[in-house]
């Protein structure tokens, strides 16, 4: 029997990157996985991708957390028909990158709402389920700026510190119902994300893309960049019962470039 037989493991932001490689390693431990995210396409296809060797039945949301009145209503709809959900992993795309003096207001207001307010929705969704069940997973997947704000990530850092402070407290509040809340910060991982920021920093100083990937693998002591199944992997981790005392932490995946312990 695998680890997480049973289980229902619901996953934001699950058609790529780091969020698809969580859905799959959850799948892959048993979990049944329900998948979150704006493309109905995309979704379908790493439903596909799902292993159903265990007899696991899938499923998908198509939600986009640009809007959070309309994730609270399909997550409430959903929860409503009895669907209980045993692992929150909670996950969103980062905002624009540029330098904070440089930010809109309506950046702030738009990555708090897609970041710690569609969080919130979530957890609230699932959190009462989760104490009829005796117990339950949330992982943030936030980033190192918690820890360390990262330059040229203005508006992501400012979020992420406040996502960071509003798991911590989550988890002093929900540890006594055996609910854990922690947060695994991932550093350069080979993202689309990536990519992206990546390809915006070689236009702004003309070194080329590659270039500028050397440069962050060169920021951690391992002179590499992770692979989104590494994330995965500290995720999958924190929601099996092998971590069922650790509770209200932060862990880097970053091959040790926070320089911060």
């Known amino acids: 029997m695998k680890e997480l037989n049973?289980?229902?493991?619901?996953?934001?932001?699950s058609t790529q990157g780091i969020g698809k490689a969580v859905a799959l390693k959850l799948a892959e431990m048993?979990?049944?996985?329900?998948?979150?995210?704006?493309?109905?396409?995309?979704?379908?296809?790493?439903?596909?991708?799902?292993?159903?060797?265990?007899?696991?039945?899938?499923?998908?949301?198509?939600?986009?957390?640009?809007?959070?009145?309309?994730?609270?209503n399909?997550?409430?709809?959903?929860?409503?028909?009895?669907?209980?959900?045993?692992?929150?992993?909670?996950n969103t795309?980062?905002?624009?990158?540029?330098?904070?003096?440089?930010?809109?207001?309506s950046e702030f207001l738009a990555a708090f709402n897609?970041?710690?307010?569609?969080?919130?929705?979530?957890?609230?969704?699932?959190?009462?389920g989760m104490k009829k069940l005796g117990g339950g997973r949330i992982v943030n997947i936030i980033s190192t700026s918690v820890k360390q704000p990262l330059p040229g990530l203005g508006v992501s850092n400012t979020i992420r510190g406040a996502?960071?402070?509003?798991?911590?407290?989550?988890?002093n509040e929900?540890?006594?119902?055996?609910?854990?809340?922690?947060?695994?910060?991932?550093?350069?991982?080979?993202?689309?994300?990536?990519?992206?920021?990546?390809?915006?920093?070689?236009?702004?100083?003309?070194?080329?893309?590659?270039a500028i990937f050397e440069e962050m693998a060169d920021e951690s002591p391992m002179k590499r960049i992770a692979k989104p199944e590494e994330i995965a992997a500290a995720v999958a981790f924190l929601a099996s019962s092998a971590a069922s005392y650790i509770n209200g932490?932060?862990?880097?995946?970053d091959g040790g470039r926070t320089k911060s312990l």
């Open 74 to 90: 399909k997550i409430t709809d959903y929860i409503s028909k009895g669907k209980g959900i045993d692992i929150l992993i909670n």
């Open 163 to 171: 996502v960071g402070n509003w798991s911590k407290t989550l988890a």
């Open 249 to 253: 932490i932060n862990i880097p995946v």
């Open 6 to 13: 049973g289980k229902v493991a619901l996953v934001a932001g």
């Open 30 to 72: 048993g979990a049944n996985v329900v998948l979150l995210a704006r493309n109905e396409e995309k979704l379908k296809q790493v439903k596909e991708e799902l292993s159903q060797e265990d007899g696991q039945v899938h499923d998908y949301l198509v939600v986009d957390f640009t809007n959070p009145s309309d994730l609270k």
């Open 93 to 105: 795309g980062g905002p624009k990158a540029g330098p904070i003096i440089d930010a809109d207001i």
């Open 114 to 128: 897609q970041h710690l307010i569609c969080n919130h929705i979530l957890v609230q969704a699932v959190v009462p």
């Open 174 to 210: 929900l540890g006594q119902f055996n609910i854990t809340v922690n947060n695994v910060l991932p550093g350069a991982t080979n993202t689309t994300r990536l990519q992206e920021i990546a390809s915006n920093k070689s236009a702004k100083t003309g070194d080329s893309v590659d």
